[in-house]
């Protein structure tokens, strides 16, 4: 998990946009991680993605690596889930 959060921090520090192929190419690894411990679909994925920004918990994790990573993280993980016909603001627990 280190080593992704590291990329993470990376890309957003290179300038990598989210919505980019860079940038789905470390949403879908971030999928790949969690499916290790539970099915993660793409809608679960925006949810957690709310969390990392609205939770102080994972706010701070995330913020903490690099100021601004929750919020791009969020953004990089929304605009994938478009690309694959899941609306953001829609997405549940399923």
Do not use: C, K, N
């Amino acid at each position: 998990m280190r080593e992704f959060e590291s990329a993470l921090a990376t890309a957003m520090d290179a300038g990598v946009a989210p919505g980019t192929a860079d940038a789905d190419a470390l949403v879908e690894r971030h999928r790949a991680v969690f499916s290790a411990y539970f099915p993660l679909s793409r809608e679960m994925q925006v949810v957690l993605g709310r969390l990392f920004v609205a939770d102080p918990g994972y706010a701070a994790h995330y913020d903490g690596i690099r100021a601004g990573l929750a919020e791009w993280f969020r953004r990089s993980i929304e605009a994938e889930a478009r690309r694959h016909g899941i609306d953001p603001e829609s997405a549940v627990w399923r």
